[in-house]
Structure formats: C-alpha cells, structure tokens
Antibody, heavy 114, light 107 residues
Framework: EVQLVESGGGLVKPGGSLRLSCAAS????????MSWVRQVPGKGLEWLGR??????????DYAAPVKDRFTVSRDDSKNTLYLQMSSLKTEDTAVYYC?????WGQGTQVTVSS | DIQMTQSPSSLSASVGDRVTITCRAS??????LGWYQQKPGKAPQRLIY???SLQSGVPSRFSGSGSGTEFTLTISSLQPEDFATYYC?????????FGQGTKVEIK
C-alpha cells in the first residue's frame, strides 16, 4: 500500500524558516515527479513546486509566488521529499500536501504568526 | 502560463441529478488534465486523469471529457457521498495549475 506522510508543520514566526518532510512507503519517490501543494483554510489548492524524477535529472520548478523562498528536494536514501521554506509570511499559513498527482499525503498544518 | 477557469464556483443539486462542471484553459492543452474531489479536512482524491480515464476504484457515474480548451466533469447521478468540492488540474512539463474549485451542495 502506498503511503505519503507529511510532517514538520507547526507554528513559526514571520520571517522564520521551516522544513516539511514527506516520507513515502510502498512507493519510490525518485521514480516520480513529486509536487508540494498548499491550501489556505476555506480556499482552493495552490501548487508550489515540483522535483522531477531521477531519470529526468531531478530538476525543480516553482510557482512564481514562492520561487525565491521555497526549495523542493529529495533524499533518495530515505525515500523522503522535503520542502524548505524561508522568509515565511502570515499568508503562508495553510495545510501543505505532497503528491505525485495520484497519491496524496494527509497534509501538515503550517501556521505563520507572531 | 496557462490559466484554468472553472465554473460554476458552486452549485446546488439533489440526489439523482446529473451534474456538469467545466474547466476552460487559456490556451489549448493536450490531455494533461485531471479532476479531483475534496471533502472537508481531507486530502484531494483523483477521480479522472488524462481527461477521461477513470481512476481505479472511482464509481462509473463520474466521467470526464473534452479537448483543446474546454473540459468537463460529469456526475451522471449525484449520490449523497458526492457532495464535496471538485477541482480540475492541468499539469505540464513545467508546472501544475488548478481550477478555482466547484462546491457541490445539497439542494
């Protein structure tokens, strides 16, 4: 059974940093194009960025609003995806999901507040 | 970047109704389009991929169609468990773009 489990969310002050993790089981992350998506409470889904599969060079792409603040990476030895977030703003408060499009994690809550 | 405009933003329907939700792309896209259902407090679940392919385990009352710039999700006979928010998603080599969502409510 495939499982994606996000962790690392929490409360952080504006300007702070946070690293989210997405641990995979029953699924090899390096073979997939993995994305991070967030959802502000009561709002729609927003794509943040993606890392391509190892065979596609592992290149990354980002949405314009987060391009210079968020970084997607992967540790193949741990079968884990990461989202490094810096210079966090109150508007980054959301539930964050990892997904390959078909499989989704349960989400992790990030709250940016002083 | 390609924009996806989803309509309507919400609708009220009764059990047994036929429901249609549309996504329009700002330019022609290939078949890189999927549809998702999301219930409150839960992660999205894919219903349809590649415009019209039904995800394994999804009831056959869900169907997708379209080409070019206009795509449709149809629920042939709405069931109580179908009341949720639906999103289209276009994905290409560079990025994903979601529609704004359609909330399907009980009439």
């Amino acid at each position: 059974e495939v499982q994606l489990v996000e962790s690392g969310g929490g409360l952080v002050k504006p300007g702070g940093s946070l690293r989210l993790s997405c641990a995979a089981s029953g699924f090899t992350l390096s073979n997939a194009w993995m994305s991070w998506v967030r959802q502000v409470p009561g709002k729609g889904l927003e794509w943040l960025g993606r890392i391509k599969s190892k065979t596609n060079g592992g290149a990354t792409d980002y949405a314009a609003p987060v391009k210079d603040r968020f970084t997607v990476s992967r540790d193949d030895s741990k079968n884990t995806l990461y989202l490094q977030m810096s210079s966090l703003k109150t508007e980054d408060t959301a539930v964050y999901y990892c997904s390959d499009g078909g499989y989704w994690g349960q989400g992790t809550q990030v709250t940016v507040s002083s | 970047d390609i924009q996806m405009t989803q309509s309507p933003s919400s609708l009220s329907a009764s059990v047994g109704d036929r429901v249609t939700i549309t996504c329009r792309a700002s330019q022609a896209i290939r078949n890189d389009l999927g549809w998702y259902q999301q219930k409150p407090g839960k992660a999205p679940q894919r219903l349809i991929y590649a415009v019209s392919s039904l995800q394994s385990g999804v009831p056959s009352r869900f169907s997708g169609s379209g080409s070019g710039t206009e795509f449709t999700l149809t629920i042939s006979s709405l069931q109580p468990e179908d009341f949720a928010t639906y999103y289209c998603l276009h994905h290409n080599y560079y990025l994903w773009t979601f529609g704004q969502g359609t909330k399907v409510e009980i009439k």
